[in-house]
């Protein structure tokens, strides 16, 4: 299905990919806060650099989380605003997913533990294989604190990606095997959230837009404050 667009803010990078046939146009970078103020124009930058028509869109892919409430938040209203305006369905994309494809993509890695640092001294941590070209889900996704998070069966052909691996003053990287490949500063890319989404839209699990909701694993977003003393104190 072309053209597609795919969206991702779920971390600290905004990331905006197009693809019209065999061609993708991407830009990924660290947004420091201007996920909001910037995904608009670089939308129309991306469309107007692949010579496409926003009313060619005849789909729309975005990561729903977990990740940073705010980026989650903004990537799906601008997604599913943009999927109601065109009349385009939707394609909801877990972001621990997408990091986990990025693996593949980047180093071939058939074994991935993916981990976003979740703040509050916790992380969401999945575990992916790559088997016959298909990324599946090896269990469920979790927020966990590093130090609980189960690394049975984690040795040397596992790949560890992903901001958790250093949470949390690095608990993780202590954790981890010696010969475990890893790579703490990898971020979900929406090439990736694109990738993902053509296996949904093959198999013609197409979405409303308003039927693509969040995954947010945590319906917490900070520490109260009698948490945050007890913390200061230990």
């Known amino acids: 299905m072309n053209p597609i ?15 019209d046939g065999d061609r993708i146009w991407e830009r990924h970078e660290i ?5 909001a103020e910037w995904i608009l124009p670089w939308t129309d930058g991306l469309l107007l650099d692949a010579g496409v028509n926003r009313r060619d869109l005849q789909a729309i892919a975005v990561s729903i ?16 605003g943009m999927a109601l305006a065109l009349n385009v369905p939707l394609i909801g994309v877990s972001t621990l997913a997408a ?22 001294g ?7 294989a790559w088997r016959d070209g298909v990324l599946m889900p090896v269990g469920a996704a979790q927020v966990v604190a590093p130090s609980n998070l ?15 691996i250093d949470a949390v003053e690095g608990t993780l990287r202590q954790r981890l095997p010696a010969d475990c490949a890893n790579d703490a500063t990898a971020l979900p890319h929406a090439t990736d959230v694109m990738t993902l989404a053509d296996v949904e ?25 009698a948490e945050r003393e007890q913390g200061e104190k230990l």
């Open 5 to 19: 667009l795919a969206i991702e803010t779920a971390t600290e990078a905004l990331s905006l990919a197009v693809r």
């Open 31 to 35: 947004a420091a806060r201007k996920q």
């Open 65 to 80: 989380g977990p990740g940073a409430f705010t980026g989650v938040r903004l990537g799906l209203s601008v997604a599913q």
């Open 99 to 120: 990091l986990a494809m990025g693996a593949v993509r980047i180093s071939g890695a058939q074994r991935i533990l993916a981990v976003i640092d979740a703040r509050m």
């Open 122 to 128: 916790e992380v969401y941590a999945a575990r992916f």
């Open 150 to 164: 189960d690394l049975s069966g984690i040795d040397a052909g596992w790949h560890v990606v992903g901001t958790g």
């Open 201 to 225: 839209i093959a198999a013609g699990r197409l979405s409303l837009p308003e039927q693509v909701e969040p995954a947010y694993l945590r319906n917490r977003v900070a520490l109260t404050i």
